[in-house]
């Protein structure tokens, strides 16, 4: 089980042995440091916490301050689930990858606020022709007659983005342990310093 996390820098490209050009985005992975191991005895299952980040110390409260103790004072927590050899304190770092590894990333999606139904849910819109006037991108009937509420899952304008996002498959295109950083193939979802789950 290998896991790490990270931020989202940048997109970049990666030239492979053979002269192909890849897309990929480049993750910093900074201190993750374990700060809790759950056991079946004592928790009821297996996982990993991880702490990651900074924060000021006076933004800290006294419960994460007893439970990180000296560890540090840690901006996010994600737990991961499995066995392992790991104990608390342990740091992790992007060497944990090689070059080639298949990983899932979990991330939060670009938010992109209100949306209408053309940009939300792909509908094509109103005619635009004579006599069709302020209708272009409206989204049409959702089904009146005797029914006395809109159903559920309509689709209708509404917030877009910001759903958590998780992509398999994705491949280590490089692996910097001096800069910290791991570069995956292909775009990873999220904006500029979106936190990110790597797990191999």
């Known amino acids: 089980m290998k896991f790490v996390l990270g931020q ?15 897309p990929g ?18 928790d009821g299952y297996t996982a990993v916490q991880v702490g990651y980040g900074t924060r000021n110390p006076k933004n800290v409260n006294k419960a994460q ?3 990180t103790k000296e560890l540090g004072n840690f901006s996010n927590f994600r737990e991961f689930r499995g066995e392992g050899t790991l104990k608390v304190g ?7 990858f090689k070059v080639g590894d298949e990983v899932v990333i979990t991330s939060v999606s670009k938010g992109k606020g209100f949306q209408g139904v053309i940009k939300r849910h792909n509908f094509s819109g109103g005619r635009r022709s004579h006599g069709n006037k302020h209708a272009e991108r409206e989204p049409g009937s959702i089904g009146g007659g005797l029914r006395t509420r809109v159903p ?7 917030r877009m983005g910001q759903d958590v996002i998780t992509a398999k498959g994705m491949k280590v295109l490089m692996v910097d342990e001096a800069k910290r950083e791991i570069i995956i193939g292909g775009a990873v979802p999220g904006r500029r310093g979106t936190l990110v789950e790597i797990k191999g």
């Open 8 to 22: 989202k820098v940048n997109m970049t490209q990666v030239f492979d042995e053979n002269g192909v050009l890849h």
């Open 25 to 42: 985005t480049v993750i910093s992975v900074g201190p993750n440091v374990v700060t809790q191991v759950k056991t079946k005895d004592s």
């Open 65 to 67: 301050k007893g439970h």
């Open 90 to 96: 342990d740091a992790l770092s992007p060497a944990l």
């Open 152 to 158: 559920k899952g309509m689709r209708m304008g509404g």
